[in-house]
């Protein structure tokens, strides 16, 4: 009878010990600039070209293929079967990001000056 009192107390305290404690919500905000990198990535163009292919086969029906590649000024990040082509630009895109071929878009807070992309008031 002893040794049942003795295992429902350490029953009811390891209960006890693991109940829901109250807890506070935590939230995190992106910043502007991740926010405006999104943002910008989204509306970026795909940059892949198709182009119609013709193949010798038996079967005459399959000779026309379609072929996916980078447009010209885009260069593939991807493989040859994942095309993920991303836009070429020339001069230096820090601190923005290079929305299509030779166009670079800056972030908030800095403007294009001298072919780069420089902090408001520099």
């Known amino acids: 009878m002893l040794s049942h009192i003795k295992i429902s107390g350490l029953l009811i305290i390891c209960l006890t010990l693991s109940l829901p404690r109250h807890t506070l919500g935590q939230f995190w905000k992106l910043s502007q600039y991740e926010n405006w990198k999104r943002e910008m990535l989204a509306s970026r163009e795909s940059g892949i070209c198709y182009k119609t292919q013709f193949v010798n086969t038996l ?32 001069e230096d895109c820090a601190h923005g990001i290079c929305l299509s071929p030779g166009y670079c878009e800056c972030a908030p807070g800095y403007n294009r000056e001298r072919a780069q992309c420089r902090k408001h008031g520099d």
């Open 59 to 90: 079967n005459p029906e399959l000779r026309q293929r379609q072929i996916s590649y980078c447009c010209d000024g885009y260069v593939n990040r991807g493989s040859s079967e994942i095309l993920k082509c991303e836009p070429i630009c020339a």
